[in-house]
Each structure stands twice: as structure tokens, then as C-alpha cells.
């Protein structure tokens, strides 16, 4: 799960965006899908987002462009909301260095208004797979990647097959400020006829808002085409606020 992505900090939280391609915390299955695929795959990925949040009825724009090569993946972004009037800019950069038996999977991001935030993780293992994480921020407000808790530790364990299905569980849990608030994912991958890719990822949330316990799933279903993509999720509670979130997100690759 490449993965990678940061908790919004402001009052004006109902606008926040994700671009389920990239992830803060990857997963073992998709970095080494990725790897693997690297030599054919475009270097170039543009992702448009839209996210309505309810009740409040407003909604966001998120832009992005990837691109990838040795020196990693480096992304620019772009998000507004016009309800709030809130905008932001953002870079960011991550990789997978192979160290043996090990892999170190470091990320960076960046953002207008003095954001700085950044992750490490270290898993191992090939069928069977396991790791461990860490975000930290400068706690500066940005406009949240990835939904999960930032400031965080992440744990993951899963199992790859030989034709790349791959199932994964991760926990991201909040270790600084809201120590209540935790992610638990369930992910799927399939691949599909003719280079098409299936992935299903169930969330599981529980932590306060507004002081209120709460306990909700939601879901998000991609599906890749060779130059395409697609992706749809549900996102009760989005980033512990009372907002519920829609998202759709598409894009392609060149």
C-alpha cells in the first residue's frame, strides 16, 4: 500500500481530501507490486479528487501529480474547498531501499503554510510479511493525505500470493496527541484480466469526537485499468470530526 499521507489540525477539517494512491505508511504487498512493475509502468500519475462532506454539504478539490523513478516517488498536490475558501499546496517524496532482508520505507511531505511532516517504517518477510511504523509532524495545519492518523505508530502483517493477491492488516494508531483515535484496514488486492487490478480496503474506526465515543466502518473500492484508474470510498467520521465524507477519486497514468 503505498501509501502516504497526514491529520488535518484546524477548524476547518470538513474539507479535507485523500489521494488513495499514495500512502504514508505502504504496505509490503504494494511496494513490491510496484517494484516489480516498475519497468513497465508509466512514470507519470495525475489523480483528480472530489470529496462532499455531510451534513455540511461541502466539498473539496484535490490535484495531484506523481512521478516515479530511482530516486523514488515525488508528488505535487493541490487542494480547495471553495465553502471555506481553504487552499493548500503540497510536495511530497517517498521510497523503498532493500537492505538485505529488510526494507526501509521512508516518506517526506511538505505544505504551504509551514507544514513539515514525515514517516519510517521497516518490514520484512516475502509471502508472509510484517511491519512496523512511525509519523511525525511539526503540527502545523495541513489538509489530512491519508486520513489516518499522522503522529503515529503502524503496525502491518499479511500474506502475498505468487500471482500477487495479496490481504493485509494495518493499525494505525494515534501515539501523541489523541492517543484514543485508531485505524485498523483491512485491504485486499486481486489482479484482474488483462492487467486490471481489484482492491477493497475495509476501515475500521474508534476514538472521541467531540468527546463521544464512537466505533465505524467504511470502505474503499479502486479499480485499475493499465493507463486508468478509479476509486470510490465511505469515510464516517472523517478524520474525528462529525463530517462524513464521500470521495471519488480517478486518474490516469502516462
Not at 30 to 44: E, I, L, V, Y
Not at 95 to 101: C, I, S
Not at 155 to 160: D, F, N
Request: charge should be positive; aromatic fraction near 12%; glycine fraction near 10%.
Amino acid at each position: 500500500m503505498h501509501c502516504y499521507s497526514f491529520l488535518l489540525r484546524s477548524t476547518w477539517a470538513v474539507g479535507v481530501a485523500i489521494l488513495v494512491h499514495v500512502l504514508i505508511f505502504p504496505t509490503s504487498a504494494w511496494s513490491q507490486d510496484r517494484a516489480s512493475a516498475a519497468a513497465t509502468s508509466p512514470a507519470f500519475k495525475f489523480t483528480t479528487g472530489l470529496y462532499s462532506s455531510s451534513p455540511s454539504g461541502g466539498f473539496g478539490l484535490d490535484l495531484n501529480l506523481r512521478h516515479s523513478s530511482d530516486f523514488g516517488n515525488v508528488w505535487l498536490g493541490w487542494f480547495h474547498a471553495p465553502s471555506t475558501d481553504t487552499s493548500q499546496k503540497r510536495a511530497g517524496w517517498d521510497r523503498t531501499f532493500t537492505l538485505g532482508p529488510v526494507r526501509l520505507l521512508p516518506s517526506l511531505q511538505v505544505a504551504s503554510g509551514g507544514f513539515v511532516g514525515g514517516s519510517a517504517m521497516i518490514e520484512t518477510g516475502n509471502s508472509w510479511f510484517a511491519g512496523a511504523g512511525l509519523g511525525r509532524t511539526n503540527l502545523r495545519n495541513y489538509v489530512n493525505l491519508n486520513f489516518d492518523p499522522n503522529d503515529a505508530l503502524m503496525l502491518s502483517a499479511g500474506y502475498r500470493w505468487a500471482d500477487n493477491r495479496s490481504l493485509t492488516m494495518q493499525l494505525v494508531r494515534d501515539n501523541r496527541q489523541n492517543p484514543d483515535q485508531q485505524h485498523v484496514h483491512l485491504i485486499w488486492r486481486a489482479p484482474l484480466a488483462d492487467g486490471d487490478r481489484l482492491t477493497v480496503d475495509l476501515l475500521a474506526k474508534s476514538g472521541l469526537v467531540d468527546g463521544t465515543s464512537i466505533h465505524r466502518l467504511g470502505l474503499t473500492v479502486g479499480y485499475d485499468w493499465p493507463r486508468s484508474f478509479v476509486r470510490v470510498a465511505w469515510d464516517p467520521k472523517v478524520n474525528f470530526t462529525p463530517q462524513n465524507m464521500l470521495r471519488l477519486s480517478a486518474g490516469v497514468r502516462f
